[in-house]
Every structure is written in C-alpha cells, then in structure tokens.
C-alpha cells in the first residue's frame, strides 16, 4: 500500500473523515458542507503522523526554503513533524519552525511571528485543511510583513475544489497538497 493510501485510510479508521449530507458540518470559513476533514485527529496519533511527515518531505525536499509554520494552532505540530522528519532522513534540511499568532502579544515583545526568523528567508507556510485560503493568505502576510519570502504552501488536505488555488495563486503563492477531498471522498483505499 503507497503512504498516501494509507493516510487515506488512516482519516477513515479513526473518522477524522465525516460525511453528513443532511446536516452538513459549518466550517471555521462559514460554509456548510457535508464533509468534515479534522487533521487534528491525525496529527495525534504518530503513526498518521509520520505518514504525513513523510509524504511531505517527499512532496518538498527539492524546493528551497528554511523556514516552516502558520497560523496557530493547526500549523504547530503540522510544522514540527514535517521539520523533525526532513531533519532525520536528511541533516541539510534543518527547516526551523514558526507560529504566527492570531493576534500579536500584548506583553513582552509584542510578537506576531514566535520563532527563529531572519529577514530575508524563505518561509514554507502550512496548513491543516484548505477550504478557502483564508488561513494561508493572514499567515503568509504576517510572514511577509517580516520581511519573509512565501512561495509555496503545503496542506494536508485540499478541500477547495481549486478555490483554494484561485486565491493563493494571485498572491503568488503555489498550493503543494497531499491529498484532496476527492481522494478521501473515494472511500477506502485499494492495496
């Protein structure tokens, strides 16, 4: 079985994957829909994690950048996973992590961005699920307003039907997804 397929079953075994066609899911963009898709299920278990670590080393150890994260909190482990894998199958990818907060701190040092950046890098952002864009377009801001360069994004699932795409790509930001809605709405994954 490849890893996509069985990250495919993973969302289905531990039913990060739902399907309502009555009553649909409301997501964080305000839209229902009779698909709900929660990464943080998968994220919690190691092995859907490693899975989604590896698929992602996969899909970006030929593109260039030294920084991964986004928007709190989904983009944290998501981030982490992918930094410590690229780290141990290949020392040279010593892709650091970032958060960006949903609003600056109001103590200290007032910081949007936590983590070890420098103007001028290249920042990879990420993302749990894509519906809309939303989430990737505050991050890559909040990164670009640092003086970050954002040219790609990574999500675990596309969800968007190439909206998502639509709206990153003007802000010339590619979308790099490892698996679409389509892929979990085929069911069970064949060996």
């Known amino acids: 079985m490849t890893l996509k397929n069985e990250l495919i079953e993973a969302f289905h ?5 739902q399907w309502n066609p009555k009553e649909g899911f409301r997501l964080a963009s305000g839209i229902t829909s009779p698909y709900y898709v929660d990464c943080r299920i998968i994220l919690a278990h190691p092995r859907p994690r490693y899975l989604v670590a590896q698929l992602a080393y996969q899909k970006l150890k030929d593109y260039s950048f030294s920084l991964i994260g986004g928007l709190e909190i989904g983009a944290i482990p998501l981030a982490t ?10 020392p040279q990818y010593e892709w650091k992590t970032f958060v960006v907060r949903k609003q600056a701190k109001d103590h ?9 950046i420098q103007s001028g890098e290249h920042a990879l952002i990420v993302d749990d699920v894509l519906t809309t864009g939303g989430s990737i377009l505050k991050a890559a801001e909040a990164a670009r307003q640092q003086q970050l360069t954002v040219t790609h994004s990574l999500v ?23 698996l679409t809605l389509k892929d ?5 994954p064949t060996t």
Do not use: M
Not at 81 to 90: E, V
Not at 184 to 188: A, V
């Open 13 to 17: 075994q531990l039913g990060a994957f």
């Open 81 to 90: 996973c992918i930094s410590d894998y690229g780290y141990a199958a290949n």
């Open 108 to 116: 200290g040092l007032g910081k949007l961005i936590e983590g070890h």
């Open 156 to 178: 675990v699932v596309d969800r968007s039907d190439d909206q998502g795409k639509a709206t990153l790509s003007p802000q010339g930001i590619q979308l790099l997804p490892l």
């Open 184 to 188: 979990l709405t085929q069911g069970k």
